[in-house]
């Protein structure tokens, strides 16, 4: 049986993220062995203090990393403990858990990089804004200018990954807002990437870090990565 660690960023999320790994626990498989661990962001709030007094298994930075310090100390602990499969799951309950199985599966049969999608099927009653779903198409087109493949869901941070994209993000991950910047890394390399219909839920406590006049700034930055990871990054060979 492959093993499969969960890696849950929370920053703030001290009423989801209990739930959250209740979620994780129900999802039964004869075919993966699951663990989790929950990357504690320097939360301001009582996340931590859930963690604790809940047994759960999680590390404590000891200050605010952002999403791509969070996350590529989940990677990092991955590789380190060897890991099969790695999956990233939002600590604000708005990824479901129950497509863990159809990520992993996929990744099994031969993809490097999975992606919980909320456009290729209309599983999904939850879309987000207008506003953020046009920024999305446009980031998606950028992408495929860059590396010649469409991924419709460019921002979505349910996805899944094999050992070695695993060692890549452990060494290489962008420190803001990382998805689309980090797809088109592996896509430079020629890694074969898939999206996965998934049903994705709305965020019921906290706040998106990307609203307002943040928005915008959002969408020029990444873009400026995007352009920026295509010169750059290493081309390699399937």
Do not use: W
Request: with cysteine; hydrophobic share 35%; proline share 3%.
């Amino acid at each position: 049986m492959k093993s499969v660690l969960i890696i849950i960023p929370a920053y703030n999320e001290e009423k989801s993220i209990l739930n959250v790994v209740n979620n994780i626990k129900k999802v039964k498989t004869n075919n993966y062995i699951i663990d989790y661990i929950i990357i504690n962001d320097g939360s301001s709030d009582n996340t931590k203090k859930v963690c604790l007094n809940n047994n759960l298994n999680f590390i404590d930075l000891p200050s605010n990393l952002g999403i791509g310090g969070a996350v590529q100390t989940g990677y990092k602990y991955a590789y380190y403990k060897n890991y099969d499969i790695a999956i990233q799951i939002d600590g604000d309950n708005q990824h479901n858990p129950s497509y863990i199985i159809n990520l992993c599966d996929e990744i099994n049969n031969g993809y490097d990089l999975v992606i919980g999608s909320r456009f290729v099927e209309n599983l999904s009653k939850f879309k987000s804004s207008f506003l953020r779903r046009v920024g999305i198409n446009f980031l998606s087109n950028l992408i495929k200018i860059c590396t010649g493949v469409k991924v419709y869901d460019v921002t979505s941070g349910f996805r899944a990954c094999n050992k070695d994209i695993i060692e890549y993000f452990a060494n290489n991950y962008p420190i803001d807002y990382p998805e689309p910047d980090s797809l088109v890394q592996v896509l430079k390399q020629n890694k074969k990437v898939k999206e996965i219909p998934v049903e994705m839920n709305e965020r019921k406590t906290g706040k998106s870090s990307i609203r307002g006049l943040k928005s915008i700034y959002y969408m020029i930055k990444v873009s400026f990565a995007i352009i920026i990871s295509n010169i750059t990054a290493k081309k390699g060979n399937r």
